[in-house]
């Protein structure tokens, strides 16, 4: 019985040497990504908290270079090539640094994403260093949070917040080269949904109206009348200043869509409807 009682107490303490309690982490990582027109824009950072310290001239002193989060470096990648402050960058994955001030902060975008944090930064590295004013913010952010916002067909914003600071970071990515080129491919004998899409994007991007309204008309021949087909058809229009054609079309969207129990159709046309009838 002592032999068993002394095999089951080495046992034990084995087991209990090997187990490891996991605690949360300080500055937990997180990685997300965002679709911005045609390009695939992916985020890695650690999130820090004030807990209590003040956070920017005190936790994140002025004047000296940042991680711009916790951890390891803070890292974009980009499936396009991506413009910033002017300058384009070749597709890829970089590491943001910044310099923060009280007013203006410096945005580094680093060719070299190995370091941890900002330790062996070299401005060598550096893909493009500009700068840009901080605004202040009413609500206080516990948690340091990068943001891809304002999401457009051609650009977005990364935004940078915590305490009661927000950083708006531009950047342009190449959409409409992308689908100019690809519509000048496919023009030649394309489907019904290339037209629509390629009609649907002039529209979006302020284009031709013209030639929008044709695509989406030839659309319309190619694969019938459907309501949301016939929803940007009456957006053209109008934009076209035909609001007399728009409503016309916009009523036929809305009667279609109302069939199909697509309701947000309705409403998008109903409203529409009623502010082209008071101009």
């Known amino acids: 019985m002592k032999k068993i009682g002394l095999l089951l107490s080495a046992s034990f303490l084995a087991l209990s040497l090997d187990?490891?309690?996991?605690?949360?982490?300080?500055?937990?990582?997180?990685?997300?990504?965002?679709?911005?027109?045609?390009?695939?824009?992916?985020?890695?950072?650690?999130?820090?908290?004030?807990?209590?310290?003040?956070?920017?001239?005190?936790?994140?002193p002025f004047g000296e270079m940042w991680r711009t989060g916790a951890n390891s470096a803070t890292k974009l990648t980009f499936s396009d090539s991506v413009q910033f402050n002017g300058k384009w960058l070749q597709k890829g994955t970089y590491a943001l640094y910044t310099i923060p001030a009280k007013d203006e902060w410096t945005i580094v975008l680093s060719k070299n994403t190995g370091n941890w944090g900002s330790?062996?930064?070299?401005?060598?590295?550096?893909?493009?260093?500009?700068?840009?004013?901080?605004?202040?913010?009413?609500?206080?952010?516990?948690?340091?949070?990068?943001?891809?916002?304002?999401?457009?067909?051609?650009?977005?914003?990364?935004?940078?917040?915590?305490?009661?600071?927000?950083?708006?970071?531009?950047?342009?990515?190449?959409?409409?080269?992308?689908?100019?080129?690809?519509?000048?491919?496919?023009?030649?004998?394309?489907?019904?949904?290339?037209?629509?899409?390629?009609?649907?994007?002039?529209?979006?991007?302020?284009?031709?109206?013209?030639?929008a309204l044709a695509w989406v008309n030839k659309s319309l021949e190619m694969n019938g009348e459907k309501f949301w087909m016939l929803r940007q058809k009456s957006l053209i229009q109008a934009k076209m200043g035909d609001l007399k054609g728009a409503i016309e079309t916009a009523t036929k969207s809305r009667d279609m869509a109302e069939k199909e129990k697509n309701m947000d159709y309705v409403r998008m046309n109903e409203k529409s409807i009623a502010e082209w009838k008071k101009k």
């Open 119 to 211: 330790n062996g930064y070299k401005m060598e590295d550096d893909a493009t260093r500009f700068n840009l004013k901080s605004a202040a913010t009413s609500d206080k952010t516990e948690t340091f949070t990068i943001n891809i916002a304002d999401c457009a067909n051609n650009d977005a914003k990364i935004e940078l917040t915590w305490e009661n600071t927000r950083v708006s970071i531009p950047f342009t990515v190449p959409t409409d080269a992308k689908m100019m080129a690809a519509i000048k491919s496919t023009m030649n004998g394309p489907s019904g949904d290339s037209y629509f899409a390629a009609g649907r994007y002039y529209l979006e991007s302020g284009k031709d109206m013209t030639q």
């Open 19 to 60: 187990a490891q309690i996991q605690a949360p982490a300080p500055s937990p990582t997180i990685t997300m990504s965002q679709q911005v027109g045609l390009t695939d824009v992916k985020l890695e950072y650690s999130r820090p908290s004030a807990k209590g310290r003040k956070v920017y001239g005190d936790l994140v």
